[in-house]
């Protein structure tokens, strides 16, 4: 098993992480919820976070964001802080739920962020026609969220994360609450999306097909404190299906993470 707890290559880093460690204080004891993590990700990669419920998966996800601040250690994202890369518009974050306003329509939710940033009404217009256009939803410009079906108010939550065409897609288990035939077209649309656009996704699981499915790069993380336990590459074709997943090549990657969650389990005891 790989030792190694950060993702190198020699292309460059678009997420440099250094020694980072994150304690909450609380009234009674402080939690730690992160420990000594050291992680790359390149431009251009889709890495997913897995490991056992709160292992600080998401933890991690929100300090790249800005959302959560380390106590210790270093992170840069594009090569500026969490809190200038999120001024700079580097990132779109979609959450575990779509997170959409009732009270607008599609296109108006998809227009919400593009109006805080400025842009014209024609520019909204034309951003969120493109975005829809991009997910498979032309057409339901004038619905509103509780008339769409769960997958279809996530792809919203997906395009509107990408209207600003920001560099990185922040992903915190987006399809969790979704049904498993739902959550399958819904990986290949990603998948897609992910090949067209050239994003540099980071992706949140509790999933180890959706994980290596998804992914080029797969940190496993162990119980808290977080500390990441291997981090394994899957050299898939970027056109692959889900066919895929009755591979013998699919099948020994998804055994690596099962394993790496294992000793996760073990380390965290």
Known sequence: MNESSSIKSAESSIIDISNLCLTFETQTEPVHALSDINMKVN?????SLIGPSGCGKTTLLRVIADLEKPTSGTINVEGKSPNQARLDRAY???FQTPALLPWRNIEANIHLPLEISGYSKDEQKSLSN????????SG???KYPWQLSGGMQQRVSIARALSFDPDMLLMDEPFG???EITRDRLNEELLRLWEKTQKTV???THSIPEAVFLSNKIVVMSARPGKIIDVIDTNFPKD???????????LKVSQLVREGLKEGHSDGS
Request: no cysteine; glycine share 8%; net charge negative.
């Open 177 to 179: 609450a979704l049904d």
């Open 92 to 94: 779109g974050y979609v």
């Open 43 to 47: 431009s251009g990669d889709f890495v």
């Open 202 to 204: 980071v992706f949140v």
């Open 140 to 142: 339901f410009e004038k």
């Open 130 to 137: 493109q975005y829809l256009s991009l997910v498979g939803l």
């Open 240 to 250: 692959r299906n889900l066919d895929i997943r009755e591979s013998k090549e699919f």
